[in-house]
């Protein structure tokens, strides 16, 4: 059943009035900035003293995530010339603006103090309502969206429009109403035809259109830095799913509120079998599997007000029987004190947990939060604040680090700094995360190739300083699109050669996703050892937890192996030729420990085809792992 039209003049009670009063003021008390948001405010510091939309002023990369709030906060800091103060208004305005928004296109009074109601329950939404995140800004555009989305009277330009604006304040956030204006696009083309319909998608879309195209000619890429240096981990899918699924859960003990409401919003469009409902909370269910697949995130809650709010965007235009705005506001307190409001849970602990994700506004509460400010406290007030001041006044020319933000924005534009997690970094975001058992999601450290710290600060077209010369070679390409002459011929013909993947072959993966391998010859691995040695004797050869390559005869067709192991670890075979990857094998761990022969078929691929090497993956057992030696057997 489609669903009715919405009212879309709704004048609020006062009772809806005072629900946004409060809503507002929670909002302000918890406001607060991020580390992350300063690694866009840097590139705003610069753009605005004229060096350029840059990080480090000597390469043109894209280092922020959101182009569209990038340019709202640069409006601001163009006027104000403050970030700390002017970051928090620009998101209080904007929160200011969605919830407003909210109101106007809610259903009836009580379904707008209903929903008020709920954004005052949720720790996350109340959290990233400042920051200095995309957040505010997002909730915006969704409102905005659903609003005439549900009411059926706008264009399908302007919906295109509200959903381009909303992938250019973040891409991925086009999932949550890629399927309702799917919807729209249908039904424009069967009442108006495909070229009427071509064209009212290609207007709404300019503005993302017009991005991308300046995206690819002035960064050389169409996508963000952070996202080739998040999604280029090397990781194992089924590890980075599984870390998603935590971060869902973790949310979930958290802040139970932004996961019920999306759930319950998801239910009422199900059971009222309205259509355009349905298909926003399509949106929201794919969404939510997006942030899963790609391991969630270190913040908490951060990637969930988004369904978060497309759900209370759905109660507040829904059929439900909330027309009471008095009604409204008597299921919705005892329901908060049922839930613990998160005010009465906030977490003051400086600390990550076991997982990874963290209550970032409580890790920064002290330094970056507004409740700290005083007119003798000069805000952010945290140490790396003062690591980046001292690196101006000693005029420091290079520094390496792993939290750049704050630090990089007050180190201000004079300093060349390379991001070891490669956020900021165009080399090291385009190398796999180097080899971690407890890594942690969005904080993928890498390897800094030999001498490329120096070298990375260098002019362009000075000599490449770095041992591994096929890397050489690919730095050379990608700093001809990043630092070349923009109109150059040359630079645009490598810009699409890298995009292309063309000289992705240059990069040896293996090589910097696990730089403590080790690497043995045949010989050196043949040597015998005597059984039930220890796992550390003499001639045994010690395996880091990175493992070990093996290189054996070129075309070696040996059917089985027998290999000598430290007997309680398990070991996985992995058998190439190359790079590639011909088959593996597992032995699991024996009863006892001490040195121990095993014997193991060889994959029939490996077998048939020939391979040169194998590597040895260690797991279990007591980390303590080696091989005494090999046989192979024809």
């Known amino acids: 059943m489609e669903q009715p039209q919405v009212v879309s003049a709704v004048r609020p009670k006062w009772l809806a009035i005072g629900a946004v009063v409060v809503l507002l003021g929670l909002a302000l008390r918890v406001s607060w900035v991020t580390e992350d948001a300063y690694i866009t405010l840097r590139t705003v510091d610069n753009w605005i003293h004229g060096y350029g939309?840059?990080?480090?002023?000597?390469?043109?990369?894209?280092?922020?995530?959101?182009?569209?709030?990038?340019?709202?906060?640069?409006?601001?800091?163009?006027?104000?010339?403050?970030?700390?103060?002017?970051?928090?208004?620009?998101?209080?305005?904007?929160?200011?603006?969605?919830?407003?928004?909210?109101?106007?296109?809610?259903?009836?009074?009580?379904?707008?103090?209903?929903?008020?109601?709920?954004?005052?329950?949720?720790?996350?939404?109340?959290?990233?309502?400042?920051?200095?995140?995309?957040?505010?800004?997002?909730?915006?555009?969704?409102?905005?969206?659903?609003?005439?989305?549900?009411?059926?009277?706008?264009?399908?330009?302007?919906?295109?429009?509200?959903?381009?604006?909303?992938?250019?304040?973040?891409?991925?956030?086009i999932l949550v109403v890629a399927p309702a204006l799917a919807h729209a696009s249908w039904l424009e083309l069967e009442a108006v035809g495909p070229k009427p319909t071509l064209r009212s998608l290609a207007l709404g879309f300019s503005p993302l259109i017009a991005w991308e195209l300046f995206s690819i000619f002035y960064y050389g890429f169409p996508f963000p830095n952070t996202a080739y240096a998040k999604l280029n981990t090397g990781l194992p899918r089924i590890e980075v799913i599984a870390q998603g699924l935590v971060y869902w859960s973790n949310t979930?003990?958290?802040?139970?509120?932004?996961?019920?409401?999306?759930?319950?919003?998801?239910?009422?469009?199900?059971?009222?079998?309205?259509?355009?409902?349905?298909?926003?909370?399509?949106?929201?269910?794919?969404?939510?599997?997006?942030?899963?697949?790609?391991?969630?995130?270190?913040?908490?809650?951060?990637?969930?007000?988004?369904?978060?709010?497309?759900?209370?965007?759905?109660?507040?235009?829904?059929?439900?029987?909330?027309?009471?705005?008095?009604?409204?506001?008597?299921?919705?307190?005892?329901?908060?004190?049922?839930?613990?409001?998160?005010?009465?849970?906030?977490?003051?602990?400086?600390?990550?947990?076991?997982?990874?994700?963290?209550?970032?506004?409580?890790?920064?509460?002290?330094?970056?939060?507004?409740?700290?400010?005083?007119?003798?406290?000069?805000?952010?007030?945290?140490?790396?604040a003062r690591e980046g001041l001292g690196l101006q006044a000693r005029e420091e020319k290079l520094y390496l680090h792993q939290n750049v933000g704050v630090m990089g924005f007050f180190a201000g534009p004079t300093v060349h700094i390379v991001d070891a997690l490669a956020l900021t970094?165009?080399?090291?975001?385009?190398?796999?995360?180097?080899?971690?058992?407890?890594?942690?999601?969005?904080?993928?450290?890498?390897?800094?190739?030999?001498?490329?710290?120096?070298?990375?600060n260098q002019e362009l077209g000075a000599p490449c300083t770095m041992r591994d010369k096929r890397l050489c070679e690919y730095y050379g390409h990608l700093r001809e699109v990043i630092s070349g002459p923009l109109f150059s011929f040359s630079r645009l013909r490598t810009l699409v050669a890298l995009n292309l993947g063309m000289y992705d072959s240059l990069i040896d993966r293996e090589k910097y996703r696990l730089p403590a391998?080790?690497?043995?010859?045949?010989?050196?691995?043949?040597?015998?050892?005597?059984?039930?040695?220890?796992?550390?004797?003499?001639?045994?050869?010690v395996i880091a937890k990175e493992g070990m390559r093996v290189d054996v005869p070129k075309g070696t067709h040996a059917r089985s192996m027998e290999l000598c192991f430290d007997g309680?670890?398990?070991?996985?075979?992995?058998?190439?030729?190359?790079?590639?990857?011909?088959?593996?094998?597992?032995?699991?761990?024996?009863?006892?420990?001490?040195?121990?022969?095993?014997?193991?078929?060889?994959?029939?691929?490996?077998?048939?085809?020939?391979?040169?090497?194998?590597?040895?993956?260690?797991?279990?057992?007591?980390?303590?792992?080696?091989?005494?030696?090999?046989r192979l057997h024809d």
């Open 517 to 541: 391998q080790r690497q043995a010859s045949f010989e050196e691995a043949s040597e015998p050892v005597k059984e039930l040695s220890q796992w550390d004797a003499t001639g045994t050869l």
């Open 53 to 173: 939309l840059r990080w480090n002023i000597n390469e043109r990369v894209q280092s922020y995530t959101h182009p569209l709030w990038m340019l709202l906060l640069s409006a601001g800091y163009l006027v104000t010339r403050e970030a700390f103060y002017t970051t928090i208004a620009i998101g209080m305005l904007t929160t200011t603006a969605a919830v407003l928004t909210l109101v106007h296109f809610a259903r009836t009074a009580g379904h707008a103090v209903a929903a008020v109601v709920l954004l005052t329950l949720s720790h996350g939404f109340l959290d990233f309502s400042t920051s200095g995140l995309e957040n505010p800004l997002s909730h915006l555009l969704l409102i905005v969206f659903v609003g005439l989305y549900a009411a059926r009277e706008a264009p399908l330009w302007k919906l295109a429009l509200t959903a381009a604006l909303l992938a250019c304040n973040r891409i991925d956030a």
């Open 425 to 456: 970094d165009p080399l090291l975001a385009r190398l796999p995360m180097r080899h971690q058992d407890d890594w942690r999601v969005g904080h993928y450290l890498r390897k800094i190739p030999s001498g490329y710290l120096e070298y990375s």
């Open 568 to 630: 309680n670890d398990g070991y996985v075979l992995e058998f190439r030729s190359g790079n590639k990857v011909l088959g593996t094998v597992d032995s699991t761990a024996l009863e006892a420990g001490l040195m121990r022969t095993r014997r193991i078929e060889i994959p029939e691929a490996a077998h048939s085809g020939g391979f040169d090497n194998f590597v040895v993956r260690p797991y279990g057992g007591d980390n303590m792992y080696s091989l005494g030696y090999l």
């Open 252 to 384: 979930l003990s958290w802040d139970l509120v932004l996961h019920l409401v999306a759930l319950a919003a998801v239910a009422v469009a199900l059971v009222q079998r309205q259509r355009r409902n349905m298909l926003l909370a399509l949106g929201i269910v794919l969404y939510t599997l997006y942030v899963i697949n790609i391991g969630g995130d270190f913040m908490q809650g951060r990637f969930f007000t988004i369904p978060f709010f497309t759900g209370v965007c759905l109660i507040a235009i829904s059929e439900l029987p909330l027309e009471d705005p008095l009604r409204a506001l008597m299921v919705g307190l005892p329901l908060g004190f049922l839930l613990v409001h998160p005010l009465a849970q906030e977490k003051l602990q400086h600390g990550y947990l076991v997982s990874g994700v963290a209550d970032e506004r409580a890790v920064y509460r002290d330094d970056m939060s507004l409740v700290m400010s005083s007119r003798t406290r000069a805000l952010p007030s945290h140490g790396w």
